[in-house]
Each structure stands twice: as structure tokens, then as C-alpha cells.
Nanobody
Framework: QVQLVESGGGLVQAGGSLRLSCAASGQTICISAMGWYRQAPGRERELVAT???????NYVDSVKDRFTISRENAKNTVYLQMNSLKPEDTAVYYC?????????????WGQGTLVTVSS
């Protein structure tokens, strides 16, 4: 199993910045990709950004050129640098980790961290 702990959410004014962190522990050898999803009130959870061990990165169009995902392998930690934040970025942000793990597939999630962007 893999445990994920997020931090870094909070309240920020539009145009501001926040950095989210997600630290993984446990069977981190099973991780082949990590990333961030978000869920706004009344909406479905959506992908924000993912980063594979290969270095391949994927962003949802609405955050391209504003958000940057990165990873510090030595600390098993993934970051999401969020700049030029907009009120529509307000959501609970969830960290995820995925990959093959023996006979099973890893699909781990953190508890979520709230990001609120005021106008």
C-alpha cells in the first residue's frame, strides 16, 4: 500500500500563487506516476496534472501555462505550483499515485486539500 499526505492548500486572492505538496510513503516502488485531481462543489473530479516516472507530463487545458507539476524522487514527493490563480480554480485538490504493484494495480489517493481563490 501507498499512503499520500497532501499539504499547502489555503485561501489566496485571484492572481496569487500556492504550492501543493504530496508526500508518498509505503510501497513507493509501485509508483509509476503521480498527479493531482480536483473537485469543485457540485462538479465531478477532474484531472489537473500528472507526471510519470518517464518524465511525461499531462495538464488539463485550463491550467496550462499557469500550473507546474514536479517531483522530488528522493523525498517521494510531488508538487503542484499554481500561479495566476483564478476563482474557478477553487476546489479540493487530491493527490494520486498509480502503477503496477505485483498482481494488483496501485490506485492511491490522499485526503485532499482545499484551495480557495477569492475574487
Amino acid at each position: 500500500q501507498v499512503q499520500l499526505v497532501e499539504s499547502g492548500g489555503g485561501l489566496v486572492q485571484a492572481g496569487g500563487s500556492l504550492r501543493l505538496s504530496c508526500a508518498a510513503s509505503g510501497q513507493t516502488i509501485c509508483i509509476s506516476a503521480m498527479g493531482w485531481y480536483r473537485q469543485a462543489p457540485g462538479r465531478e473530479r477532474e484531472l489537473v496534472a500528472t507526471l510519470a516516472n518517464s518524465g511525461s507530463v499531462n495538464y488539463v487545458d485550463s491550467v496550462k501555462d499557469r500550473f507546474t507539476i514536479s517531483r522530488e524522487n528522493a523525498k517521494n514527493t510531488v508538487y503542484l505550483q499554481m500561479n495566476s490563480l483564478k476563482p474557478e480554480d477553487t476546489a479540493v485538490y487530491y493527490c494520486g499515485a498509480w502503477g503496477p504493484c505485483g498482481r494488483n494495480a496501485l490506485d492511491a489517493w490522499g485526503q485532499g486539500t482545499l484551495v480557495t481563490v477569492s475574487s
